[in-house]
Structures are given as structure tokens and as C-alpha cells.
């Protein structure tokens, strides 16, 4: 079976990836990723100008449907980040940089810029759980304003990491911004912000951060990943690519998402709730769907959902 495609300038033997923020904010962590030979890549945590603590915990909590997440963009700071993708890697590595403002945002860029990383990047602008942050790609002007000033020094490969969007306008409206930028992926979606899980025996919310308020992921959030992967692909020029990420835990949920137009399919709330495992078993799945089906490469059938 081919699973092989190029994104950026780099070959990915494996439509796998892992989820930004799962298993890659430490050297150890992507020292693992490295070992996974089902990975066609490997995505760092976003990375900042500082180094961050993160929120208070409990910041995370397991559900059977699931997950919700408040961490607070912990990680080791953007030094740490560059240096590890600027290392011999087997796979190709995308770099996932976040700011806390604009002016960070440019800074860090300016810095991957002048690097001499060749690698992918990708600006997440969809965090939702910096305390008194808004979600940047929820304003379009703001995100408009942000591309314009990256895109005019910024010529490395470049992504960006999108919330999920809940409005076909909305899937217009992006698109619109997104089409005038020479972006060479969108990853869609993060976490679906700012959800509310509630213990009823202790009558308690079950993360500390915001009241209790995170981003939610896992098998739950797949059908609107599927319609945020769907929806971009069908309005983003065909050069920008899309990777989907969300709600995966089984080889039919990947082959979804790359029948709905996913170039690349991300996994995260399964990673921690299988271990790095699953993709062994997704490959496999994946695999047996396609025999069934007589299909021999991923482009036999990516983008072609049918409608009714
Ligand atoms: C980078 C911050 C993010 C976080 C976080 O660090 O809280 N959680 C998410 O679900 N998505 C994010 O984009």
C-alpha cells in the first residue's frame, strides 16, 4: 500500500501524525515519537518565546467519550523547540510555534526565519486555554493582519492550526483570509474550546483552570472535525494542504477524515489513553479497510466523500 505523500518540500511515509500538545513537549517524548515507526512525522508542542509553567492542575481529565484540557501552553520555550528540529530527524517534523500577542508571534517567526531549520511550521492560532487569550483564528480581521505581517518576511513552509468552526459563513469567512496566503497546510481542528465536564457524586467541576472550562477532544469532537476537514477543503485552493486532526481512535475515523480531504490525520486524546501503540493498530486497520475496498494509495480515495 502507498501511504506516502510530500507536504512542504518533505516526504511523510505515513499519513500519521501526532497532535500537537500529545506526547512532544519534552526531549524524552520526542525522543518516543522517533521510535514510532507508523509516524510519518513528528509535531512539537507550540512553543513559545518563554518557557511556561502551564495552568494550575488538575488540567486534564479522561473521559470515556474523550477528553477536556485547560493546560495553559506549557512547554520548554521556543530555543528548545528550534534546536530539536534542527537535529538529523528520520521524519520530517513540523515546528508549532503560539504567542501570547502578535508582536510575540512575529518575533518567534523572525527567529525560524533566520534559523536554519528547513522543516514545516505551524502557527497555532486556536489555543483555547490562555487565561484572557481569544482565540485568534475566531477573528478574522486579526488573523488577516497576523498572515499579512508573517507572509511579509516569512518564506519557509508554513502552516497554521485552526478551532473548529460551527457556521458555514464562518467556513467562508476563513477561507477567504486563508486563500490569500501562500500556506502550505492548515491543520484543522484544535480542541472544541472551552467545554465543561461535571463530577455529579462530588457536585464539582473536574479541572482546576477557568472554572473548569477546556478544550475537548477524543471521539466526541469527531464528527465536527470531519465537517471542518470537509468544509476547508471544498473552499481552500487546492495548494494548501489539509491535515486532520481530531476525534480519531479507530483506522475507519482516519480513513474519514482523509476521505473528507485530510492530506495527513493527527491523533491525540487516543495517544494517551492507548499509548503510542495506537498507530500500529491504526495503520493495520487502515490497511484492512483499504484491501477491502481494492483501494492501493490514499489519493484512491482522498476528498472523493459522496454526497447524496
Ligand atoms: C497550545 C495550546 C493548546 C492547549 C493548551 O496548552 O492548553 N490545549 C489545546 O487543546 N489546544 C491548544 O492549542
Same mark, same amino acid.
Given at each position: ?6 507536504l512542504g518540500g518533505q516526504?511523510f511515509?505515513?499519513?500519521?501524525l501526532?497532535a500537537s ?20 512525522g513528528?509535531v512539537t508542542?507550540s ?13 486534564? #481529565?479522561?473521559?470515556?467519550? @474523550? ?16 534546536? #530539536?528540529? $534542527? ?5 520530517p517534523t513540523i515546528l508549532s510555534v503560539a ?10 517567526l523572525?527567529?525560524v $526565519?533566520?534559523?536554519? #531549520?528547513?522543516g514545516l511550521t505551524e502557527l497555532n492560532l486556536s ?10 483564528a ?5 488573523t488577516?493582519?497576523v498572515l499579512?505581517?508573517v507572509f511579509?518576511?516569512f518564506?519557509k513552509p508554513l502552516g497554521v492550526k485552526l478551532?473548529? #468552526? ?8 476563513i477561507?477567504?483570509?486563508l486563500?490569500?496566503f501562500p500556506l502550505t497546510h492548515v491543520n484543522t481542528i484544535n480542541?472544541? @474550546? ?9 457536585? $464539582? ?6 472554572? @473548569? ?16 476537514v470537509?468544509?476547508l477543503?471544498?473552499?481552500l485552493n487546492?495548494s494548501i494542504a489539509i491535515l486532520g486532526t ?16 485530510a492530506q495527513l490525520?493527527s ?35 482522498? @476528498? ?5
Amino acid at each position: 500500500l502507498n501511504f506516502t505523500s510530500t507536504l512542504g518540500g518533505q516526504t511523510f511515509n505515513s499519513p500519521f501524525l501526532n497532535a500537537s500538545g500529545i506526547h512532544c513537549q519534552t526531549a524524552e517524548e520526542l525522543a518516543d515519537l522517533e521510535g514510532v515507526k507508523e509516524l510519518g512525522g513528528i509535531v512539537t508542542k507550540s512553543a513559545t518565546l518563554e518557557a511556561r509553567a502551564g495552568n494550575d492542575k488538575p488540567r486534564y #481529565y479522561d473521559l470515556a467519550y @474523550g477528553s477536556i484540557n485547560s493546560m495553559g501552553l506549557p512547554n520548554s520555550g521556543y530555543n528548545f523547540y528550534l534546536d #530539536y528540529v $534542527q537535529k538529523e530527524h528520520a521524519k520530517p517534523t513540523i515546528l508549532s510555534v503560539a504567542g501570547l500577542s502578535v508582536a510575540d508571534v512575529i518575533k518567534l517567526l523572525k527567529e525560524v $526565519q533566520a534559523s536554519d #531549520y528547513q522543516g514545516l511550521t505551524e502557527l497555532n492560532l486556536s489555543c483555547p486555554n490562555v487565561i484572557g487569550e481569544p482565540q485568534t483564528a475566531y477573528d478574522f480581521e486579526t488573523t488577516r493582519k497576523v498572515l499579512t505581517e508573517v507572509f511579509s518576511f516569512f518564506t519557509k513552509p508554513l502552516g497554521v492550526k485552526l478551532p473548529p #468552526y460551527f457556521d458555514l459563513v464562518h467556513f467562508d469567512q476563513i477561507a477567504a483570509v486563508l486563500n490569500d496566503f501562500p500556506l502550505t497546510h492548515v491543520n484543522t481542528i484544535n480542541s472544541v @474550546g472551552n467545554g465543561l465536564v461535571v463530577d455529579v457524586e462530588k457536585e $464539582q467541576v473536574v479541572t482546576k483552570p477557568k472554572g @473548569g472550562f477546556g478544550g475537548l477532544g477524543g471521539a466526541m469532537v469527531l464528527p465536527t472535525a470531519l465537517a471542518n476537514v470537509r468544509a476547508l477543503r471544498q473552499r481552500l485552493n487546492p495548494s494548501i494542504a489539509i491535515l486532520g486532526t481530531g476525534g480519531v481512535t479507530t483506522g475507519a475515523d482516519v480513513f474519514a477524515h482523509i476521505l473528507c480531504g485530510a492530506q495527513l490525520v493527527s491523533v491525540g486524546t487516543q495517544v494517551i489513553k492507548e499509548g503510542l501503540g495506537v498507530y500500529a493498530r491504526l495503520e493495520k486497520e487502515l490497511s484492512d479497510i483499504m484491501e477491502a475496498k481494492g483501494y492501493t494509495s490514499l489519493e484512491d480515495f482522498r @476528498g472523493k466523500l459522496q454526497v447524496m
